[in-house]
């Protein structure tokens, strides 16, 4: 099967960096997401990484570790408007010989401080 | 291009009615997808499409559920009867591909909820 960990919750200072810690476990392993969620409103696609190493994109940064199966995204410059949910996804095999399939983790709720 | 269009996007109804949510994905996305949330499991794939054939529908709670994709630009999925515990936001999404680095769209959901 899947397993995608996350922190539930986490505060940040407005102008501070945070890093939000994944890690998972999934047969076939084919890619790692990041997708942003305000409030009552849809994911939004943040990141994607399929190879170890680190992705950057503007204030955002996400890295992959495959033989640890562990991923960070990193946000710097913190604003009041990062305030969302953030949640992993996996591309992976819900049993070893089934489809792939984008599995999400439940997702970490962040709060910026002023 | 307007994005992946949800309707309706509040439904509330009775306990045993039927309820269908629809979806417009993306032109030119061959991959469709139903997910649904809720506090207690957070984002569940249901059931996804290719090409407008269903592939996994191994997420589909119970045969309550079901799904369609008549043609490339739409797709149902409805629930009968509904009971109170199917209440959550249903999202569908859209992409090119099942892995590919752009990501996938999703609308923005269809908020039910079963009295």
């Known amino acids: 099967g899947q397993n995608i960990d996350q922190p539930t919750e986490m505060t940040a200072t407005e102008g501070a960096i945070v890093q939000i810690n994944c890690t998972y476990q999934t047969s076939g392993f084919n890619g790692l997401f990041w997708y942003q969620q305000h409030a009552g409103e849809a994911p939004t696609f943040l990141s994607y990484n399929v190879l170890d190493g680190l992705e950057e994109k503007g204030r955002f940064s996400s890295f992959l570790s495959r033989s640890k199966g562990y991923s960070y995204l990193l946000l710097k410059e913190l604003q009041m408007k990062d305030s969302a949910s953030y949640l992993c996804?996996?591309?992976?095999?819900?049993?070893?010989?089934?489809?792939?399939?984008?599995?999400f983790g439940k997702g970490t709720k962040l709060s910026v401080i002023p | 291009d307007a994005g992946v269009i949800q309707s309706p996007r509040h439904e509330v109804t009775e306990m045993g009615q039927e309820v269908t949510l629809r979806c417009k994905p993306i032109?030119?996305?061959?991959?469709l997808f139903w997910y649904r949330q809720t506090m207690m499991r957070g984002l569940e794939l249901l059931i996804y499409f290719n090409n407008n054939v269903p592939i996994d529908d191994s997420g589909m709670p119970e045969d309550r559920f079901s799904a369609k994709m008549p043609n490339a630009s739409f797709s149902t999925l409805k629930i009968q009867p509904s009971e109170p515990r199917d209440s959550a936001v249903y999202f569908c999404?859209?992409?090119?591909?099942?892995?590919?680095?752009?990501?996938?769209?999703f609308g923005s959901g269809t908020r039910l909820t079963v009295v």
């Open positions: 996804a996996v591309i992976g095999r819900r049993s070893g010989a089934g489809s792939y399939q984008l599995t």
């Open positions: 999404a859209s992409s090119f591909s099942l892995q590919g680095g752009d990501g996938y769209t």
């Open positions: 032109s030119g996305h061959d991959y």
